[in-house]
């Protein structure tokens, strides 16, 4: 068409299809891992998961994915290969046809090798065995089968899809640090259908422990609540009565603040990936479309159990915090009032204070003003009859006389004189 695309049209319609499920034959199994490094996202090393990936490529001579690639499927040794690199997390995915006759046999991890997992550039936060297997033909053996496998106290089980299979986990970390899911499959179901299931388990089990980061940090910030709550509350108390130090008091309440703030910085972002993790993971389980199996419970019943108490004390741990920025901020703001008003009131007595001086200067400087004039006229009258002596003696006007007729005359030029001055002065 004669009409120009969009640059990122292409690439945008990719990302739909960039991350495919994987298709899996029945019986199999799969290793997941979930490398998380321990730094925040936006300073992650991206260039060092890509090279960790790219050293396990050349361990088996497998092709290269591109520079700028987020994600990767390919062939090492008998394994299909699937990395997918995320914002705050890497994965690795393993699958191989067939199932060892060891139920969640460690050696099957030994795809990823000691000594390269001993160079990852972050720490595991997610290790699965999944045993993909295809449906006993008596399915009343199968809840003795799980209980052998699993912890009964904590297995959650369920058919999925429609009845097409039937998974089941206890989300307990055996000694060799893997957690186990079980697959059985019903006959007839596809590669791909059985490719999303276990996925949708990789990523239930990936987004509970992502999201239940936040509850370790909730934690912390308890403690360092529970620390200054009851500060808070002396110094919101203390501004109903009078408190020797106002300003003292509103410089502990603007510490407070700044600390608080500082603590809604730090679990920000923990925060809010808690909670959209969260929102992944009830999404990823109502995918699953489970009913109840023999009187199991259900994934979505465990986590309900489990997991969203968790979550509930996350939100509540971020409610409380801003609970708290917002009463130490209107106490800062009551307190700062006070603070204003105290200041106006000593203003306003400065002032007085200062008007009474002013009174006082102008008093003095009235008076000042009288000397100055008398003082002046004092040497100016004796100027005076030197100048007019010649003139008053050709007059036979004596000395005396002639000092009393001029005398009122320079006092009254003399303060005409300071008068004026005054004036320009004060214009």
């Not at 960790?52 to 700028?68: I, K, Y």
Request: with cysteine; glycine share 4%; charged share 25%.
């Amino acid at each position: 068409m004669p009409i120009e695309d969009h640059p990122q049209r292409y690439a945008l319609v990719n990302e739909l299809h960039a991350r495919p499920f994987p298709s899996l034959e029945v019986p199999c199994h799969a290793v997941y891992l979930a490398i998380k490094q321990p730094v925040a996202a936006a300073s992650r090393d991206r260039a060092a998961d890509r090279a960790q990936l790219v050293d396990l490529l050349d361990r088996h001579g497998g092709p290269h994915p591109a520079p700028e690639a987020s994600h990767y499927s390919g062939t090492i040794g008998h394994h299909d290969l699937k990395w997918e690199n995320h914002t705050e997390f890497t994965t690795y995915s393993a699958f191989r046809k067939g199932i060892a006759e060891r139920p969640f046999d460690p050696a099957r991890a030994e795809v990823f090798p000691d000594d390269w997992l001993a160079r990852m550039p972050g720490t595991r936060l997610v290790s699965l065995l999944i045993r993909v297997d295809v449906m006993p033909e008596d399915e009343a053996d199968l809840p003795t089968m799980l209980e052998d496998w699993f912890v009964p106290e904590s297995l959650a089980a369920s058919t999925v899809n429609d009845g097409a299979a039937i998974v089941a986990g206890d989300f307990r970390i055996d000694p060799a640090g893997h957690m186990h899911f079980a697959v059985f499959v019903r006959p007839g179901t596809s590669p791909r259908r059985v490719g999303r299931i276990v996925q949708r388990l990789c990523e239930i089990e990936t987004y509970r422990a992502m999201s239940m980061l936040g509850l370790a940090r909730a934690r912390e910030l308890g403690t360092r609540l529970n620390a200054l709550d009851p500060q808070l509350l002396d110094l919101v108390a203390s501004i109903d009565g009078n408190p020797p130090h106002p300003e003292a008091t509103l410089h502990n309440l603007l510490a407070i603040s700044a600390e608080l703030e500082r603590l809604a910085v730090q679990s920000f972002f923990r925060f809010g990936a808690t909670t959209a993790y969260e929102a992944i993971l009830h999404q990823r389980i109502a995918a699953l479309r489970e009913s109840r199996m023999t009187g199991r419970q259900t994934f979505a019943e465990f986590m309900m159990r489990r997991y969203d108490p968790a979550m509930r004390t996350v939100k509540s741990a971020e409610v409380r915090l801003h609970s708290m920025m917002d009463r130490a901020r209107h106490a800062a703001d009551l307190l700062r009032t006070r603070v204003d008003v105290d200041r106006s009131a000593q203003n306003q007595k400065l002032l007085e204070s200062m008007d009474r001086r002013a009174d006082l200067a102008l008093r003095l400087q009235h008076t000042v003003e009288g000397l100055s004039v008398v003082a002046i006229s004092y040497y100016s009258v004796n100027l005076a009859a030197y100048l007019a002596y010649p003139a008053t003696e050709a007059l036979a006007i004596s000395k005396g006389m002639a000092t009393a007729i001029l005398t009122p005359l320079v006092i009254l030029a003399v303060w005409l004189m300071v008068r004026r001055i005054r004036r320009h002065m004060e214009h």
